[in-house]
């Protein structure tokens, strides 16, 4: 029987390239966005569909896997991904903008897990995929409320692995590296207007130098495409998936080396060294 997988933000970058994965390898794909737009796709299917959804709106989650489970019968898999990427400091960050992307980013998961979960407890089975990132296990600067947001979905999500394992139903984590070409800047930029002040500028365009030298290869749509699909039809109780040469590289820094190794190593790729105090 052919399986099915509803996928959350496929409008662009990742969502989109796992949507298209799973399309090409014959799964039923339920692509859904804020704004539906059938053209994003390159090819038509009767094994396409493309729905609305906003992960800060319960109704519409509710709606779209109804809509869902009409057109295919079950839902056997879902991909959290919808998110908003942000650069900021955190003393000029408003509560709104925090607030929103916790809304969309922490909140919008575990809204959109409990309407699934309801349905795949029904059904005797089911695998639950949140997209997080790399900075959950190497923090970088200037990401503190981005990196926070996430790293609420990473216990959130291994707690849950538990509490579902009884009802057949897994839990896990997909975390890809960066990656400057998806759209982490283009949700977050006109929220980000602003939020680097004039005293972090220097602090601020030292480490964006320092982000010119990334040290591995950047995180690649099709890495993480992959890495979904790998979460999708993994039988084994594992919980992360790691996607992209840097989120390798962070993952081993953090789990198989000392905190001061981790520390140096990771100020010496990303974090410009601070020769003095900065005045007020």
Not at 75 to 98: F, H, K, R
Not at 131 to 137: A, K, N, R, Y
Request: proline share 5%; net charge negative; with cysteine.
């Amino acid at each position: 029987m052919t399986r099915t997988i509803l996928i959350t933000g496929t409008s662009s970058g990742y969502g989109k390239a796992i949507a298209e994965l799973f399309l090409d390898r014959g799964w039923n794909v339920i692509a859904t966005m804020r704004r539906p737009d059938p053209g994003v796709f390159a090819t038509s299917s009767a094994r396409l569909k493309v729905l609305p959804l906003d992960v800060t709106d319960s109704g519409s989650i509710d709606t779209a896997i109804a809509a869902g489970v009409e057109a295919f019968g079950a839902i056997d898999v879902l991909v959290n991904n919808a998110g908003i990427g942000m650069a900021s400091v955190v003393e000029a960050t408003p509560d709104s903008t925090i607030r929103e992307i916790f809304e969309t980013n922490s909140f919008g998961v575990f809204a959109t897990c409990r309407a699934i979960i309801r349905q795949m407890r029904r059904q005797g089975h089911g695998t639950i995929i949140n997209v997080t990132s790399s900075c959950t296990l190497g923090v970088m600067p200037l990401v503190a409320i981005y990196t926070a947001s996430k790293s609420a979905v990473e216990g959130f999500t291994e707690s849950l692995a538990y509490e579902l394992d009884p009802f057949g139903i897994k839990a896990r984590l997909v975390e890809p590296g960066y990656a400057p070409t998806t759209n982490f800047t283009a949700n977050g930029g006109p929220r980000m207007q602003g939020l680097i002040p004039a005293e972090y500028e220097p602090f601020a365009q030292a480490c964006f130098a320092q982000m010119a030298n990334y040290p591995t290869a950047y995180c690649s749509e099709a890495e993480v495409a992959e890495a979904s699909f790998a979460a999708a039809t993994d039988d084994s109780v594992r919980i992360r998936y790691l996607a992209g040469a840097d989120t390798k590289l962070l993952a081993d820094l953090r789990w198989t080396t000392s905190e001061e190794h981790y520390l140096a190593r990771m100020r010496d790729m990303f974090g410009p060294h601070v020769q003095s105090r900065v005045s007020s």
